[in-house]
């Protein structure tokens, strides 16, 4: 689920199970009681790294088959004795090869906690050590070195742009900030003045589909391209925009003179002067935020847009519906609920006692826990160290040694450690976007504004792998066939 296991090669020359590397059987002997058993090797639960003598009648009876089979896991049907044999690649088993055995009986795993949604060769997460990579390029590497627009150019073509390359997709999303003037004036304005700018951001994707109805042709790439760079251009333009609105301020049009991250800070914070120079700090803060953001492997919001985009609908509707599943509060609305928590938390003294509370099940520690890392979140740790450069220039967030000493107590105390709830990238990020003069209500958009690179390139991997659509099944636990009762005998 979460790609921890990489695996080794040997799982990848023998093929997927349709190359008939899965082998089906009929167990000599009784039938076991009722029931299905899952087991890897001989003892059911580890997985085989060579032939494995003696794991089942019919291997025995094909040597030439077990010596092929490296990494394999067997299932028995119980209530027939038939048994296959599949293989473990890149950390997976095939449920096609699952289901040929046992048609109709489905994995109930209604959060995807063991389920693999998809192959991906975007973004590589080690949970358990703390390992976040784009195309294999540690995350401390690009955000140090590399530019968000580069990035995103990365995790769209899986490999750094030369030069050249890099000037002509910088070209290309530059020219492409601005928003229909109708869209602006008509829509955006039609909001009402206090609405969420998340609210916005979401309906305003939605409602570029309609500017673009090319964009329904996902098929054509030369069509796609051209949505990919609407989309990552747009959206700090919709972003600002949505913010401008929610506190009264005039819309700024994008000024193609500025770079990526100096153009989206000057949409939001200009005031009356002509030209809005940000701080260099607090541009490479920002940039460094949207490296951080822009992709997560199958979170959330990029499982909704796969799910989405899986109907074949165009890339703007498949985008509003990735950024919706962001606006939840256990998702993108974090960083949003850490500032609140640590605004009510109010002082250091308070925060053995709210720690505890949470400990005796009053509430979570927002920007704890994730479904991924059970370890420190390699995320949150570059963005501690760009708090300190961030507040050099814009004075310290109070509320920093609050979340500092709440990371201290909580990383002290055994309800957390044991269940390994470590800080995530939400719980100095909000501190930041504070500092630098962002509302609470604009974290998420924040959020959303990078996520964009790493929707549209699961957007173009999912197509180019796989065009059926998503339709997971259900089991159905409720009434069976009964009559319909008239209302008087209710
Ligand atoms: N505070 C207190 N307890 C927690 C927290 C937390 N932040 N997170 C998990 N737990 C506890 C749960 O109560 C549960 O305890 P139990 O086993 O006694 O029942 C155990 O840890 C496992 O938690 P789950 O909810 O099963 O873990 P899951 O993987 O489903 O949830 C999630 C992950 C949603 C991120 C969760 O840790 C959480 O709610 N965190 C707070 C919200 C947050 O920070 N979200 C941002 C995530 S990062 C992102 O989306 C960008």
């Known amino acids: 689920m979460d790609g921890t296991a990489r695996a080794g090669k040997q799982g990848r020359t023998h093929g997927r199970g349709g190359t008939g ?66 293989p473990i690649v890149d950390g997976g088993v095939s449920a096609e090869e ?41 995350i401390q590497q690009l955000t140090e070195q590399s530019t968000y627009l580069e990035v995103a150019y990365l995790l769209l073509y899986g490999e750094l742009p030369t030069a050249e390359q890099l000037d002509g997709w910088v070209q ?25 700018p998340m609210g916005i951001l979401v309906s305003a994707i939605a409602a570029l589909s309609t500017y673009y109805p090319d964009a329904k042709n996902i098929f054509d790439p030369d069509v796609r391209h051209k949505q990919i760079i609407r989309l990552i251009a747009k959206m700090p333009t919709l972003a600002a925009a949505a913010h401008r609105y929610s506190v009264g301020m005039p819309f700024v049009y994008p000024d193609n003179s500025h770079d990526f991250p100096s153009n989206f800070l000057s949409m939001v914070l200009k005031t009356p002067e002509s030209r809005f120079e940000a701080d260099p700090v607090l541009v490479k803060a920002m940039d460094a935020l949207f490296i951080l953001h822009a992709d997560h492997e199958q979170n959330c919001s990029t499982a909704a847009l796969r ?4 109907s074949q609908v165009d890339p703007y509707s498949a985008c509003a519906a990735a950024c919706a599943a962001l606006y939840g509060p256990l998702h993108g609305g974090a960083n949003e609920a850490v500032i609140r928590m640590l605004t009510e938390i109010g002082c250091l003294e308070n925060v053995p006692d709210f720690v505890r509370s949470v400990n005796e099940g009053h509430g979570r520690l927002q920007g704890f826990g994730h479904r991924v890392y059970k370890n420190y979140d390699p995320r949150a740790k570059i963005i501690r160290d760009i708090a300190y450069e961030v507040f050099e220039v814009t004075g310290k967030n109070p509320l920093l ?11 002290a105390d055994e309800y957390f450690t044991s269940r390994k709830l470590y800080p995530n990238v939400d719980f100095y990020s909000g501190l930041i976007y504070q500092a630098m003069g962002f ?52």
């Open 401 to 411: 040694d609050i979340a500092l000493r709440l990371e201290e107590v909580a990383l």
């Open 307 to 310: 799910v989405v985009a899986s």
């Open 439 to 490: 509302p609470v209500e604009m974290f998420p958009v924040l959020f959303a504004v990078p996520r964009v690179a790493g929707w549209v390139a699961h957007w173009v991997e999912m197509l180019e792998h796989n065009t059926k659509i998503a339709r997971p099944r259900q089991l159905y636990v409720g009434h069976r066939r009964r009559d319909y009762v008239p209302m008087s005998s209710r």
């Open 172 to 196: 290309e999303i530059t020219y492409h900030t601005f928003i229909h003037e109708s869209m602006r004036k008509r829509f955006l304005e039609g909001f009402h003045y206090d609405a969420h």
């Open 21 to 86: 590397r899965a082998r089906r059987s009929k167990r000599a002997g009784p039938p076991a009681p009722s029931g299905t058993a899952i087991g890897c090797g001989d003892d059911g639960i580890s997985s085989s790294s060579t032939a494995r003598p003696g794991a089942d009648d019919v291997s025995l009876q094909k040597p030439k088959e077990v010596e092929v089979v490296v990494d394999s896991v067997t299932i028995t049907d119980n209530r027939n004795g038939q048994t296959i044999e599949i």
């Open 98 to 138: 699952w289901s040929k055995l046992l048609p109709g009986i489905w994995f109930y795993d209604p959060a995807f906690m063991a389920t693999a949604c998809a192959e991906s060769s975007i973004t590589f997460i080690d949970g358990d050590r703390g390992i976040l990579e784009y195309r294999g390029y540690p």
